[in-house]
């Protein structure tokens, strides 16, 4: 069966967003590449040792569009997605109570991450909750908040946020909802790393950001996100890179999506030299 499209172009995987359990998501996201979390893990590692360096001790970081707890797991278990692939991979018998069990013991054995409190937030419930009962997330929003305001509940995790990050969601959120996570907390604005295809790019965000204080840059560097699911997608792309101008050969042309890393940091804060 061909891969849907979105209307942006790219494929849509909103089927395997939506189940009990990771193990049909980290077998797709295996089939095409999928390693933009792995490339992101030392530049998330990065921020928050100059978090630490900044005197947030105990740092709290929010992974928007965690889905199932992809980030978490990969820095709590210290390992890479192939890994993860096969770690859930080899359980095809396994029920997902099974799984969160052996999630939870893993994470007794590990700590990849000691100090560091891990929130994720996700529009998808099963995936969200998944990482929550297998501990890979202290705490978890299930919110869309391109679509309405936090509830109070929501606004109060949302104002202890640290450091926001993001693989691969850019694009489903926009500057609606990083502005709403910003107006969380008016005395506490988090520090952000967002990694985004280029064919969606940050310009708006970026702008919306400013509004509220930030000042963003852009990484060097390019950072392979995933193979084409298919030539449909691979057509589109091209084609809204071309009318944004921007040069996809030897990069997109070559059969990958590619991403930036923009990280913003509020302009008054002292230690936010990048
Ligand atoms: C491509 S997946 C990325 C998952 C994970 N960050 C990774 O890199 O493996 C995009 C995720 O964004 C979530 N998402 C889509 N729209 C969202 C929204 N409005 N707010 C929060 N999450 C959203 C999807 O449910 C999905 O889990």
Same mark, same amino acid.
């Given at each position: $069966? /061909? ?6 172009? +790219?494929?849509?995987?909103?089927? *395997? ?11 797709? $996201? ?5 390693? *933009? /979390?792995?490339?992101? +893990? /030392?530049? #998330?590692?990065?921020?928050? +040792? ?10 709290? =970081?929010?992974? *928007? ?15 890479? $997605? ?36 891990? =929130? ?37 995790? %949302?104002?202890? =946020? ?13 500057? +609606?909802? %990083? ?12 520090? $952000? ?18 509004? %509220? ?9 390019? #950072? ?32 990958? %999506? ?7 940091? /509020? ?8």
């Amino acid at each position: $069966m /061909p891969v849907p499209l979105h209307t942006t172009g +790219k494929a849509s995987f909103d089927d *395997i967003y939506h189940r009990p359990d990771p193990r049909e998501y980290y077998a797709r $996201m295996r089939e095409l590449n999928y390693r *933009i /979390p792995e490339l992101a +893990k /030392p530049f #998330f590692q990065q921020q928050i +040792k100059e978090l630490r360096a900044a005197g947030v001790e105990h740092p709290t =970081v929010l992974d *928007i569009g965690c889905s199932y707890g992809v980030n978490a797991a990969l820095l709590r278990f210290d390992t890479t $997605m192939s890994e993860l692939a096969d770690h859930y991979g080899d359980s095809a018998d396994a029920d997902r109570h099974t799984l969160v069990a052996r999630d939870q013991a893993r994470l007794a054995d590990c700590e990849g991450l000691p100090g560091v409190r891990l =929130v994720g937030m996700d529009v998808s419930h099963d995936a969200v909750s998944y990482a929550h009962a297998a501990g890979l997330l202290h705490d978890i929003v299930h919110a869309d908040l391109e679509a309405a305001e936090p509830t109070e509940a929501q606004r109060r995790t %949302l104002a202890s =946020v640290d450091l926001v990050i993001s693989t691969g969601c850019i694009g489903y959120v926009t500057e +609606k909802t %990083l502005g709403r996570l910003v107006a969380a907390n008016p005395d506490r604005r988090p520090w $952000m790393a967002h990694f985004v295809l280029r064919m969606f790019g940050f310009d708006d965000i970026a702008a919306q950001l400013a509004e %509220l204080g930030y000042r963003t840059v852009r990484a060097p560097g390019l #950072f392979e996100q995933r193979r084409f699911a298919s030539d449909a997608e691979r057509t589109q792309v091209l084609n809204t890179l071309a009318a944004n101008g921007i040069d996809a050969t030897g990069c997109e042309t070559d059969g990958w %999506l590619y991403a930036n890393l923009y990280l913003s940091r /509020p302009i008054d804060d002292h230690e936010a030299e990048q």
